[in-house]
């Protein structure tokens, strides 16, 4: 089995070849996409066979301007070999893959998260021969405090600024944190508002009968309405801008709003003033270092591929447990590694 990187991951073993995450997959004949974040898809489907989750499709072919007719599936083998996907905790239908043959049990966790933050089910680490792992905060400084703890807090500081009339904006991207906000804190204010970009977002899981949509006016109508100005503890939730950038001020100055910006690169002090927001909370759909090194203990490879992110510092510090990792790049040989 050869395994590398190049604009996305490739697998290739005698009887087949697969491309995961892939953004030029129009050369694999079979392609697996783990969610639908901008960064994992193609800008068109190619005509081939895919894999991903219902969830995911639905997503990809309404992001994808040229979309063709991909033959989809949920499952599929070839030989002796049997893909089939679970839940990766990362964002509304993100999955992991599992390649699973007598020879060999391989998994891709695509971008993954083993905490449960009550809306998505987290990832499951399994027994497996080879792991293909994210590495977004794969070094030993990013470890997040604990999610219940950091939303309780949170929950009580935007019902605090509610209750003195203070109107809150919640930042976070559309697709995804989003979902997990309007989950953690649309109930604490009866005046809820969409960013635009939420609502194009909400409005297309609402279509689609998809989990993690929410009722509430855009920002829209909520201005030509006059309800911004009618009260004055709404939540309004927005994707992640800084507090310099144009819309932010002029809410600050008209309004008076509290800017909240939620992102694991909140774990860092400097992102709160970086950003230039109120609060800098840290949260992420992504797992933390803690999370990563304890999926790789469970899912007990023999061998680990990191990727994305700091592979280089989480292969390391993997092989310091005692691990054979290694940062997956164009040409991996794993024997030069040992
Ligand atoms: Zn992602």
Not at 35 to 41: E, G, V
Not at 230 to 238: D, R, V, Y
Not at 262 to 272: D, H, L, M, T, V
Not at 306 to 311: A, L, M, Q, S
Request: proline share 5%; glycine share 6%.
């Amino acid at each position: 089995m050869r395994i590398s990187f190049s604009r996305g991951i490739k697998i290739a073993t005698d009887n087949w070849k697969l491309g995961c995450d892939i953004t030029n997959s129009q050369y694999f004949p079979l392609v697996f996409y783990s969610h639908a974040h901008s960064d994992h898809i193609p800008r068109k489907i190619p005509k081939t066979n895919v894999i991903c989750s219902s969830i995911t499709r639905t997503l990809i072919e309404n992001f994808v301007s040229n979309y063709d007719d991909g033959e989809f599936y949920e499952s599929y083998s070839i030989g002796d070999t049997i893909f089939s996907q679970v839940p990766s905790g990362h964002i509304i239908g993100s999955t992991a893959l599992i390649m699973d043959s007598p020879e060999n049990k391989v998994i891709y966790t695509g971008d993954v998260s083993i905490r449960n933050k009550g809306f998505l089910e987290p990832f499951k680490p399994e027994k497996c021969d080879k792991l293909i792992i994210e590495s977004t905060f794969g070094k030993p400084k990013y470890t997040f405090p604990k999610y219940d703890e950091v939303i309780k807090e949170t929950q009580e500081q935007i019902q605090k600024y509610v209750e003195e009339g203070i109107p809150v904006v919640l930042m976070g991207y559309a697709l995804g944190k989003s979902q997990m906000l309007y989950h953690s804190f649309s109930h604490l204010s009866d005046t809820i508002i969409l960013h635009d970009s939420n609502a194009k977002i909400n409005s297309l899981l609402a279509k689609n009968g998809i989990d993690g949509s929410i009722t509430a006016p855009t920002y829209q109508d909520a201005k030509d309405g006059g309800l911004l100005e009618k009260t004055s503890n709404w939540i309004l939730f927005s994707p992640l801008r800084s507090g310099r950038n144009e819309f932010s001020t002029f809410l600050k100055k008209k309004f008076g709003v509290k800017l909240f910006a939620f992102s694991g690169w909140a774990i860092s002090p400097n992102y709160k003033y970086q950003m230039d927001v109120d609060h800098a909370i840290p949260i992420s759909d992504h797992a933390d270092f803690a999370e990563l090194i304890e999926i790789c203990e469970k899912c007990n490879p023999r061998e680990i591929y990191t990727v994305y992110g700091p592979k280089i510092q989480l292969a390391a510090e993997l092989r310091k447990r005692g691990f054979k990792a290694i940062p997956l790049s164009k040409q991996t040989l794993l024997e030069s590694f040992f």
